[in-house]
């Protein structure tokens, strides 16, 4: 319940909901696409920096008390994008927004169930991860009739409530004291953790897990940014896009869980190079072909890609890593994640103002895929 419900509310910071309020805010603010995505990059690089810095806390700090923190942040960010009328306010916002959303509750989450399970490992990280299709299976469409109703600045007030409601009891009737760290360390300086990082970066097993987090949330996040925009390029109506997201929601949990047997199954590493190749012909349908169909083609599989990945990423972690530094290794692959994020939407803005199609953009696309895929086939030198 626990993981489930951080992973649901991380929803309020992650790339598919902000996106929703995207035509709202460049209309309003009178900002073209490469101006807001230079914006959403400059919060999402800060917002990195500060999950990089404080991320490891969650490896020697009560989880109750962590989890608090991060859910004040978020309720207190949501108010203030809600209540922006400049541009330096609006970044702010979309710094807390990203940093306690995306990045801390996704953080605490996959820590805590990596480090609290040996055995069925996977299943407890597949089944946190369903917050994340369950949110996106319900927030699309109940935002944008919201937004219709009342305005985008109302629903995302409401997010404030949202957390709130969701959140106290979590804080307050779950016995959290049971997943805080068997022994708290002291905290680690800037340099030390510095040099930690630095001794990682220097391993092989690295250079084979950082490209596939960077390319799959590079690419991922810079086709969700501009998701309507897509769907006007490509002659789909909001109403079928909408519905055909439905699908991706559904097929991400779905996949979640089988994601989940496999990975106690075979482990994590053995499945690991598979599971992105879904996305690759996601994105060869955006490339070559034409009609209604490719919608929920393109969902569905990147659903497929993205709810295994979920639960086979940190269970590589707790197999290629010590259990008890989870958490500190995760805030190093997180702040790669959400640097690729930062630079997606403002790399794709750029090329969409320059004149680049989506079919363009997808065929560089899955030809970067298939070299990622190529690399992460030299995670089996570590398989045990």
Known sequence: MFGVVLTFTSSFG??????????????????????????????????????????????????????????????????????????????????????????LMSHISMTVMARSFTRDRGKAISVSTLGYSIGEMIFPALLA?????????????????????????????????????????RKQSSKELGAFFLRQMKLLKFWVLAPTSLALSFLSTGFFFYQLLLAEDKGWTIKWYTTAFAAYAISRFVFSLYGGMLTDRFSAIRIFPYH??????????????????????????????????????????????????????????TMIMVISTATGPMVFGYLLDNGFSFEQIAEVSWMAMAVVIANSFLIFRFQR
Request: charged content about 15%.
């Open 276 to 333: 992105m190749i879904p996305l690759l012909f996601g994105f060869v349908g955006i490339a070559y072909f034409e009609g209604d169909w490719v919608a929920p083609f393109y969902l569905i599989l990147t659903g497929v890609t993205m709810g295994s990945r979920g639960t086979i990423k940190n269970a590589v972690f707790a197999e290629l890593y010590d259990v008890d530094k989870i958490g500190t290794i995760r805030s190093l692959f």
């Open 14 to 103: 992650q790339t598919f909901l902000i996106s929703l309020y995207v035509p709202s805010i460049l209309e309003e603010f009178e900002l073209t696409a490469t101006a807001f995505g230079s914006m959403y990059a400059i919060a999402t690089v800060v917002a990195s920096f500060l999950l990089i810095r404080f991320g490891p806390g969650i490896d020697r700090k009560k989880v109750k008390t962590f989890t608090g923190r991060a859910a004040l942040l978020l309720g207190v960010s949501s108010l203030l994008f809600a209540l922006s009328f400049h541009e330096a306010s609006l970044v702010l916002a979309l710094i807390g927004l990203r940093f306690a959303g995306q990045g």
């Open 145 to 185: 009739f919201a937004m219709g109703l009342i305005g985008w600045r109302w629903v995302a007030g409401l997010s404030v409530v949202a957390v709130a409601v969701i959140m106290i009891p979590i804080l307050y009737k779950l016995p959290l004291h049971r997943f805080d760290p068997e022994v708290f360390e």
